[in-house]
């Protein structure tokens, strides 16, 4: 092989004004998924999000929700991000406006929502998830054959004074709190609020999300947050099996596991497991805990993991529970991905809303892989979707009146975009209306 250098470029710069190229021509796959929902449509029919007097002028809940979703299924996470579509005409023509909404109409359409609004809107998520366990194959979705929730929570951090329901968390920093619950790999459920108690949106999550998992075979997973006594009254009611963290008032576990006989648990490696009976203060009925006893230089150490009461095998449910790792990631996943891990607005209602359209807009990147892509790219993260699906090359333009945008792929992927083309993108298309075409790049 000869040697290879570097050798200074020959290439010459020509600068122009853009105006009919797209890096983001992959967007033709969030827009197709939306209409498969009839997302569009739906949200038109959410008189409540619509807060303008004269509906004549104006931009519709349709759009801003749409620009944002566009904005933030591309890689922006902030409300300037959904204005510089506007510098992006294969966007506009797609989404069939001839202007975006700037970021100061933005934040005022946020601003100006209701709790209202957030119900509904939280609604329609929960309606988006149901939809697309239907149309996914079950093995795409189930674990041993059960279906996995899990809720948690994390903390926005914030700077300034203005952010409304802000307040000191339990690491001293001033913060958000953020709720969600998710349904297999979708995220179910979200609340924004005051970082108080890290789990006061539990019972109304698992209240409003029952018929997702209701009289199905299901497993739930929460951290030592959920762990207080009326919370695992409501986990346990529910029917499922379940693994919930517990290293918080320990103090009588660990009495009664040193009392335990050397016969009762169970070695594995260096560690050794047993299943104890415990009824913390504000439990209704004693609680069984699988327990693990590790040994240190000097002492021995515990750990507790509160379970429902069917389960026999101490090392399987700490097994188990391991898995709750992978919902974190999925959660952290989020956060990174779409750029959320400081809020858009100082009005508290505004970031509810802002971060319910952000679970909607995971989740149809996530329907995407789900429902479309072969079982190689089902570990796909949120970026890396983002990459091979969104950030691709496109131009658009005009034939016979008939917009047409031109998609350019990589040849190895060149042969799936036609087919999802003919399966996913409308065949019909009015005078004016983009059509499709995929290349290889």
Excluded at 78 to 89: G, I, K, V
Excluded at 91 to 115: C, H, I, N, T, Y
């Amino acid at each position: 092989m000869p040697a290879i250098t570097k050798k200074n470029t020959r290439l010459r710069l020509q600068f122009v004004a853009n105006t009919d190229h797209s890096i983001h021509a992959g967007l033709v796959a969030v827009e197709a998924m939306a209409r498969r929902f009839g997302l569009w449509a739906k949200l038109c029919e959410l008189r409540c999000l619509d807060p303008r007097k004269d509906r004549k002028r104006g931009y519709g809940p349709e759009v801003i929700v749409g620009q944002l979703i566009y904005a933030l299924c591309s890689g922006g996470g902030c409300l300037s991000d959904s204005e510089a579509l506007n510098d992006d005409p294969l966007a506009q023509e797609l989404f069939g406006v001839e202007k975006f909404a700037d970021q100061s109409q933005v934040g005022e359409w946020l601003r100006e929502q209701s709790p209202e609004s957030v119900g509904a809107l939280r609604q329609l998520l929960q309606e988006f998830v149901a939809w697309v366990w239907k149309q996914t194959p079950p093995d795409r979705l189930l674990h041993a054959g059960q279906r996995e929730v899990f809720f948690d929570d994390t903390q926005l951090e914030v700077s300034g004074k203005h952010f409304e329901g802000a307040a000191i968390n339990y690491n001293g920093d001033l913060a958000l709190s953020w709720q969600t619950l998710w349904v297999g790999p979708l995220l179910t459920d979200s609340h924004v609020g005051s970082p108080k108690d890290v789990s006061d949106q539990l019972l109304p999550m698992l209240a409003r999300n029952r018929p997702l998992w209701q009289d199905k075979e299901a497993h739930f997973y929460a951290d030592s947050g959920s762990s207080a006594g009326k919370y695992l009254d409501a986990i346990d009611a529910e029917g499922w099996r379940y693994t919930v963290s517990y290293n918080k008032w320990t103090g009588p576990l660990e009495r009664t596991a040193r009392e335990q006989p050397a016969s009762a648990w169970k070695p594995i490696g260096d560690e050794h497991h047993t299943l104890l009976r415990h009824q913390p203060e504000g439990r209704g009925t004693p609680q069984l805990f699988a327990t693990v006893r590790r040994k240190t230089d000097l002492f021995d150490t515990y750990g507790f993991i509160a379970c429902d009461a069917r389960q026999t095998d101490a090392a399987r449910v700490s097994q188990r529970h391991h898995l709750k790792g992978e919902k974190e990631q999925l959660f952290g996943e989020v956060l990174s991905g779409l750029d959320l891990h400081r809020p858009p607005c100082s009005a508290l209602i505004a970031n509810q809303i802002y971060y319910l359209i952000a679970a909607l807009a995971y989740d149809l990147m996530v329907a995407i892989k789900l429902m479309d892509l072969n079982d190689e790219c089902q570990s796909w993260r949120i970026k890396t979707l983002m990459k091979k699906l969104v950030m691709l090359p496109g131009r658009l333009s005009q034939r016979a009146r008939q917009w047409v945008v031109k998609v350019l792929v990589p040849g190895a992927w060149l042969c799936w975009w036609q087919r999802w083309a003919e399966r996913a993108w409308p065949g019909e298309h009015g005078p004016g209306r983009p059509c499709l075409t995929v290349a290889s790049g």
